[in-house]
T-cell receptor, first 114, second 117 residues
Framework: GEDVEQSLFLSVREGDSSVINCTYT??????LYWYKQEPGAGLQLLTY?????DMKQDQRLTVLLNKKDKHLSLRIADTQTGDSAIYFC??????????????FGKGTKLSVKP | DTGVSQNPRHKITKRGQNVTFRCDPI?????LYWYRQTLGQGPEFLTY????????KSRLLSDRFSAERPKGSFSTLEIQRTEQGDSAMYLC???????????????FGPGTRLTVL
């Protein structure tokens, strides 16, 4: 079955860039997503990328997609302490031209040191 | 607030009891999803609905689990004869179900945390 892998931890200093990596196995992925989860809070959709795109930029966030290697990354520029959270990569399962369920990685815990 | 809401937020029950959770999706969202999240893991898909039709069920959804969406609006997830292994956060999400990027975005509720003693 489809699988999504992420490294579990990342620690950066405030003001540095953070890069969170993800690999997936589903060759029919059409959309890939990044979600953020803060302690005690729900999942917040940060951004997504369509599979025919290589890059998407949204303010401090840059998503890079290498479809050949099935590798997705999320770069956060000028990382702030408020960015400390768990970041989940998610693969959208194709369902008749639309999107079915999401397959999530285990999440990367980002710690930002002042 | 027009986001996804879930009730209750917390539920503590004894093993063997039945529990029911409710999810109210974003208004006019056609698709509704249930996920389960345990500590240190990402959410795992359980089932989803397109309007009132249950389109897919994960193998994680044992016979003790049942979900309904009778009028295509809110949904309930019932767990019968709860076991300690059912302890988890149960998340609900909704999407418009329309073709294209924005229609595929799933918006999550705050979750119901179940503790089975």
């Amino acid at each position: 079955g489809e699988d999504v892998e992420q490294s579990l931890f990342l620690s950066v200093r405030e003001g540095d860039s953070s890069v969170i990596n993800c690999t997936y196995t589903d060759s029919s992925s059409t959309y890939l997503y990044w979600y953020k989860q803060e302690p005690g809070a729900g999942l917040q959709l940060l951004t997504y990328i369509f599979s025919n795109m290589d890059m998407k930029q949204d303010q401090r966030l840059t998503v890079l997609l290498n479809k050949k290697d099935k590798h997705l990354s999320l770069r956060i520029a000028d990382t702030q302490t408020g960015d400390s959270a768990i970041y989940f990569c998610a693969d959208g399962v194709e369902d008749g031209g639309s999107q079915g369920n999401l397959i999530f990685g285990k999440g990367t815990k980002l710690s930002v040191k002042p | 607030d027009t986001g996804v809401s879930q009730n209750p937020r917390h539920k503590i029950t004894k093993r063997g009891q039945n529990v029911t959770f409710r999810c109210d999706p974003i208004s006019e969202h056609n698709r509704l999803y249930w996920y389960r999240q345990t500590l240190g893991q990402g959410p795992e898909f359980l089932t989803y609905f397109q309007n009132e039709a249950q389109l897919e069920k994960s193998r994680l959804l044992s016979d003790r689990f049942s979900a309904e969406r009778p009028k295509g609006s809110f949904s309930t997830l019932e767990i019968q004869r709860t076991e300690q292994g059912d302890s988890a956060m149960y998340l609900c999400a909704s999407s418009s179900g329309l073709a294209g990027g924005l229609g595929n975005e799933q918006f999550f509720g705050p979750g119901t945390r179940l503790t089975v003693l």
